[in-house]
């Protein structure tokens, strides 16, 4: 399931997922820094990139470094986006990149909650020569892996409390 609810007409926050080369299933969850339309703009310009090179590329630290160069190619707005890309095997193998993205939760089937830790990167679109390491996570029939914004855990109630991530837990 997934869910977007921008913040005000138009954000920055995306997800996508699609099927890749070698019958896998790619997923990612991100966050544009820029805000109205620009931010949507570059928004629209990542997602296209990066699904792109999730195609082209089997690896998924190999795709995520090349949309970083892609996307720094006349970014003289200077915006970035941090994001979080998995590609998931149908033996339930996770290959997955962090760049600078909040690190999600998995709900095992078990009960137990687990924060996905793991190496990344920086985030995509300033830094031409940035690299990316990929990690793996095991997923097990029944397990639930959240992936967010820092628009749920910063989302403030009437008493200007965040949501924070020990409530998304």
């Not at 793991?118 to 390491?133: I, N, P, S």
Request: charged share 25%.
């Amino acid at each position: 399931a997934a869910e977007c609810r921008p913040a005000r007409e138009v954000g920055g926050d995306f997800y996508d997922f699609f099927h890749v080369p070698g019958d896998r299933l790619a997923f990612l969850v991100a966050d544009v820094s820029g805000k109205g339309i620009p931010g949507a703009l570059f928004m629209m310009e990542a997602k296209n990139v990066l699904k792109n090179c999730l195609v082209e590329f089997a690896d998924v630290a190999e795709a995520v470094a090349e949309a970083n160069r892609r996307l720094c190619v006349g970014n003289r707005a200077e915006m970035f986006v941090t994001a979080w890309v998995g590609v998931l095997d149908d033996a339930g193998t996770l290959e997955y990149v962090n760049a600078g993205h909040n690190r999600p939760f998995v709900r095992r089937v078990t009960g137990a909650i687990e924060k996905v830790m793991g190496k990344g990167g920086r985030f995509l679109g300033m830094f031409e020569d940035a690299k990316y390491r990929s990690n793996v996570l095991r997923l097990n029939a029944g397990d639930v892996l959240c992936l967010y914004t820092d628009g749920i855990t910063e989302a403030m109630n009437a008493n200007g409390e965040q949501f924070g991530e020990k409530r998304l837990c």
